[in-house]
């Protein structure tokens, strides 16, 4: 049996998760969460200011919370992504502005997205699928001249640029997960990256149950206390020592499934001349971190029989988003016009196992698979 994910196992988690169990600080902010800070920094090429926190949904909630979105406010975003994206801002009472993906890939569509441009827009959030990057440039420049603020999506994209530029550090903020079925995992983890140094102490408050607890243990303020509207999103340092160990492993892992994301896509390629199916297309601007491998069949029914197909040669395989809009819980709050990529991704995509353990033989017998459908 080949299946879709495996966790990967860093050299040094057991070391160092096993030293942070056995010391007196596990909480966050302590020791391992530095270490973490100084490597994630240098992973952003030192462009911005990360901050670790309890997942990638809640760094979303946390950007809502900065960026003070009030009731009425409106956020465009893809309709094919992951329910956090669109949670984290109708929370703070946000009307949704699901747009389109691209033809060519799952990504927004930026012609789409100005059209969907009012007067209320407040923040736009580009999803970066695969860590495959969205038009940046394109998101820079309506943002600059419409006064729009940038939230990355960037749960896919660690160790994946935007022409040379690391994901997450180019809109004002950036989220990043550490799931169990991202690059980089901890089992359950984030971070918000800060690209804008007048929101960091904004962040820092909110992480810290509203208060300026953060200042305090940098000696700052001499005690702390109510400042603001604020959670618990710091991540424990026991996770953090976890993160340590995949943080030092991030090249290994990044060169691993972009091998195996070329390999695919090599001998895949006859299919897609034949018609079969389509491959990822990566914009050149796009310089991607193997995060998925997927392949768009011509239909709904081509996909689940490929599916089927695959379970009866023992590999696992997965679809992924069902379009946002079309979910039971936004579906009859939806008013905008139909989202046709969006719904033909929810419908014909296919993601293959891909993850730095899948062996030779096994990525082979994979593609033969395939070959043979
Ligand atoms: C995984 C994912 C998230 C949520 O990440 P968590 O760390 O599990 O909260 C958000 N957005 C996208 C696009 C994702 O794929």
Known sequence: MIPFNKIYHSKNELE???????????????????????LLKKILHNRAFPLLTTSCTHSLEMSALILKIKPGDEVIMPSYTFVSTANAFIMRGARIIFCDS??????????????????????????????ISCDMGQLI????ALDIRIVEDNAHGIGAYY???????????????????????????????????????HAEIIREKG?????????????????????????????????????????????????????????????????TIKLPDVPKYANHCGHIFYVICED??????????FRLAGIQTAFHYQSLHKSDYFADKYQGE?????????????????YPDLQNDEIDSVIEALLLY
Request: proline share 3%.
């Open 211 to 275: 208060t300026d607890r953060s200042s305090f243990l940098r000696g700052e303020v001499d005690k702390y206390g109510w400042k603001k509207l604020g959670s618990s999103y710091l991540l424990s340092d026991i996770l953090a020592a976890k993160l340590v160990s995949q943080f030092e492993d991030l090249d290994y892992i990044t060169e691993k499934r972009k091998t195996l994301w070329d390999y695919y896509h090599n001998n895949l390629l006859p299919l897609e001349k034949k018609g």
């Open 102 to 131: 691209q033809k060519e890939n799952p990504n927004m569509d930026i012609d789409h997205v100005r059209s969907l441009i009012t007067n209320k827009t407040k923040i736009i959030v580009p999803v970066h699928y695969a860590g």
């Open 300 to 309: 709904i029914k081509v996909r689940d029989s490929l599916i089927n197909h």
């Open 141 to 144: 420049s309506i943002s600059k």
């Open 163 to 201: 022409k040379d530029i690391p994901l997450g550090t180019i809109g004002d903020l950036g989220c990043l997960s550490f799931h169990d079925t991202k690059n980089i995992s901890c089992g359950e983890g984030g971070a918000l990256i800060i690209n804008n140094e007048s929101l960091i102490n």
């Open 16 to 38: 160092y998760v096993t030293k942070s169990i056995l010391s007196q600080r596990q909480s966050g902010d302590s020791q391992f969460t530095g270490i973490c800070n100084t």
């Open 338 to 354: 139909d989202l046709i990529n969006s719904d033909r991704y929810s419908d014909c995509l296919l993601r293959l196992p891909l």
